[in-house]
């Protein structure tokens, strides 16, 4: 069974290997300092349900994350109906390089631990436009709820992050850039990734790894839509109980998952329409038509440039 390490990123075996043994260290040192020589490097603040970890500049960061954390918490206790009883651990990173020397993915902005309960941000990013501390708080808070639910059963990737993008109103972990619609793209074009091979992990690539985080929150929301939240929940319950993710779908929704696949897939169909596209596309389209438009003057340009010379030479 995949180590829920590896179903918490969207990386490669290599860089997986990495992170890993990155994370065991600062797991190590983070409970085993004792309380002086831990605070040399960074401070700590919380209380019974979090402790936030972080360094002198960003003691105001760590204070709203400390505050804001019992409200998500809640909000989370409330969608799932459960009561979340472990301690959560956030660590508040300062600086870009070293946050991404962890991830090895220049998209990634957060990332949770599920088997050390740990929450790590990239706090300059995560503090500035289009995230919020909040929403990337409730995105990561997320993934370690569902595997605390799940427990020994295997989460799917496309599963965990699906409901996570869903339970906190979008992709809230990943930098998005300028949006280009991957997800209608990919639908015009044919190209969609089938769910079965997003179970372990994500692609690496930016374009594939955006689609891929479309897609999850896509099919997570058609299957909220479909079947209420209480269709997710027992799919979670399945999972727990040892079914295969296959399985534990098919059995909660009623549907087997390859089908229930096909009616998201057709239903995404059906809602594009070629206005859509050109809308979600209008910077583009507007781009490339400015472009064909200097080139046809330039070449009338030049073509009366042509006729002009040869009747002067005449």
Known sequence: MPDPLMRAFALGDMQYSMLRNLLLLLGTCLVMLPRPALSQQVHAIGGEEVTVFYEDPLRVGAENAARIYPLVKRDLEKLFKLKITFKTRVFLIKEDRTFHRMV????????AVPNKDLIVMDYPKVSSDPFSI???????????????HVGRGFLPKWLDEGIAQWAS???????????????????????????????????????????AYEETES??????????????????????????????????LSTPFAELEADWQRSLK???TWLSYLIDNLYEILFIFGALVVVYAFVKIFIRKRAYMREHED
């Not at 090895?104 to 990332?111: C, R, T, Y």
């Not at 280009?180 to 690539?205: H, W």
Request: charge should be positive; include cysteine.
């Open 270 to 272: 059906k809602r594009l």
């Open 134 to 148: 909040e929403t990337t708080m409730k995105h990561e808070l997320c993934h370690l709820v569902l595997h605390h």
């Open 104 to 111: 090895q993915h220049p998209l990634i902005v957060a990332f």
């Open 169 to 211: 109103g979008g992709i809230a972990e990943i930098i998005r850039g300028n949006k280009k619609a991957y997800l209608n793209k990919a639908i015009m074009r044919g190209r969609l990734i089938r769910m079965e091979s997003l179970d372990l992990r994500f692609p690496a690539d930016n374009d594939s790894l955006l689609l």
């Open 219 to 252: 099919i997570v929301s058609y299957i909220v839509q479909r079947f209420g939240v209480e269709g997710l929940l027992r799919i979670l319950d399945n999972l727990s109980q040892g079914y295969e993710w296959r399985e534990a779908t098919s059995k909660a």
